[in-house]
Nanobody, 122 residues
Framework: QLQASGGGLVQPGGSLRLSCAASGFTFSSYTMGWFRQAPGKERQLVAAIRWSGGDTFYGDSAKGRFTIARDSAKNTGYLHMNSLNSDDTAVYYC?????????????????WGQGTLVTVSS
């Protein structure tokens, strides 16, 4: 089970940190990803991390602004988001899976958190 948290209302240019805590399993063999879905748009990968080696992947919208991180002791992943703008407004989901195919493909992830809403507005 995954529990996402940390969303909220933030002003443009602000920052947020999302957390994804796993229970019932450990991330150690998994890839953890953060996806987001804005109203009327498809769910897209924001960032992902291969837990065991720490390799990271960022979608174009996240590069240079967002950082994905992990804390194995806490079995928790994070998404640090800086320089937020209105285009970042969405429900953010964390997910985990044994990703053998495309890391951006949501069907590669079989465990999903409930989503946390991020609203960027003045």
């Amino acid at each position: 089970q995954l529990q996402a948290s940390g969303g909220g209302l933030v002003q443009p240019g602000g920052s947020l940190r999302l957390s994804c805590a796993a229970s019932g399993f450990t991330f150690s063999s998994y890839t953890m990803g953060w996806f987001r879905q804005a109203p009327g748009k498809e769910r897209q990968l924001v960032a992902a991390i291969r837990w065991s080696g720490g390799d990271t992947f960022y979608g174009d919208s996240a590069k240079g602004r967002f950082t994905i991180a992990r804390d194995s002791a806490k079995n928790t992943g994070y998404l640090h988001m800086n320089s937020l703008n209105s285009d970042d407004t969405a429900v953010y989901y964390c997910a985990a899976g044994i990703v053998a195919g495309r890391i951006t493909n949501s069907i590669e992830y079989d465990s999903w958190g409930q989503g946390t809403l991020v609203t960027v507005s003045s």
